[in-house]
């Protein structure tokens, strides 16, 4: 089982005499259960390592306040630099530009990306009643494309319809021109993923980026990615200049580590999460909420 942080902090801190103030030592020894309550929920290894530097930097020397323990207070400014750290309040699409509006969907496949441009399309069409487009860039993927259009037929958004023999640049050519045409106020493509990142795919990404002129480009990802969050984030970030995350798979048993990891690398905010299957597992992104998670 798996002990609250906050437990532990008061088991170590609460036997210690109050001094006044937090000594180094106390707080050594309670960065060491944070270091580890961090590596559980699967924070990367250099991540955990600025965080437990921040908290200590502001944590040695602090006062120890009275009407508290030791243990609760570690406890606080650790939240306290956790939700500082993963961003401030929720953050929303931004479609403040001329329509049609362009956001780019790039991410490893698998990732859940295809699913997530059609949540964020049914979000956009029910809830600020945007008129959407969407459109498959994969063009190795049939599938993919088709996984799209069944998607859109789901949440009731239109799809660009599929021509073979198109090169991605191409089909992100004819979805602008066609959303032009048909008054559309939003044009979501959805770009081809692989398994890992790999230069021909950020080319591709990076052509149609340049063909269309994004206002975001939301990188989507797996929560339950570990150590690789940092890699995977920080090589679409310097290639294609993300300018939101979306995490997925927050339903599952992931601690939400990755939100963490991908935050501090890139310091793009999380602006949605992903928790579940169905096109209208959709939420705000709380950093409040995760850290509680991320710390157990
Ligand atoms: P893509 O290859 O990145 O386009 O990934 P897909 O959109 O095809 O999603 C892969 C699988 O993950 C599908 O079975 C989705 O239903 C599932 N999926 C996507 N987002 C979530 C989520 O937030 N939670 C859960 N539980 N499953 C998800």
């Given at each position: 089982m798996f002990d609250g942080l906050s437990e532990k902090l008061s088991g170590i801190l609460n036997t210690?005499?109050?001094?006044g103030a937090l000594t180094e030592e106390d707080v050594n020894a309670a960065l060491r259960e944070v270091r580890r309550a961090l590596l559980e929920a699967d924070v990367a290894l250099e991540v955990v390592r600025s965080f437990t530097d921040k908290v200590r930097a502001r944590a040695v020397g602090a006062e120890v306040i009275k009407s508290v323990s030791p243990g609760q207070q570690v406890v606080k400014i650790v939240h306290d630099q956790l939700v500082e750290m993963l961003g401030a309040d929720a953050e929303i699409i931004d479609?403040?530009?001329?329509?049609p509006v362009a956001i780019l969907m790039v991410g490893?496949?698998?990732?859940g990306k295809t699913t997530t441009t059609a949540k964020i399309a049914k979000r956009l069409t029910d809830r600020e009643k945007r008129k959407v487009l969407l459109a498959s860039l994969d063009t190795r993927r049939p599938a993919a494309m088709e996984q799209l259009a069944v998607l859109g037929k789901q949440v009731g958004v239109d799809t660009l319809p599929i021509v073979a023999g198109q090169s991605a640049v191409q089909i992100a050519r004819r979805a602008m021109e066609a959303a032009r045409l048909g008054g559309y106020d939003v044009v979501m493509l959805d770009t081809a993923g692989r398994v890992t990142v790999d230069e021909g795919l950020m080319i591709e990404a990076a052509d149609v980026k340049a063909a269309t002129d994004p206002h975001e480009v939301l990188l989507v990802a797996d929560?339950?990615?570990?150590?690789?969050a940092v890699n995977t984030a920080r090589a679409f970030d310097e290639r294609l200049g993300v300018t939101g995350i979306v995490l997925t798979r927050m339903d599952g048993d992931a601690r939400g580590g990755a939100a963490l990891s991908m935050r501090a690398v890139t310091g793009k905010p999380i602006k949605l999460i992903g928790t579940g299957e169905k096109v209208d597992a959709l939420e705000e992104f709380h950093p409040s909420r995760v850290s509680s998670r991320i710390l157990g």
């Open positions: 210690l005499t109050r001094r479609l403040n530009a001329a329509p490893l496949q698998g990732s929560a339950l990615t570990g150590q690789d």
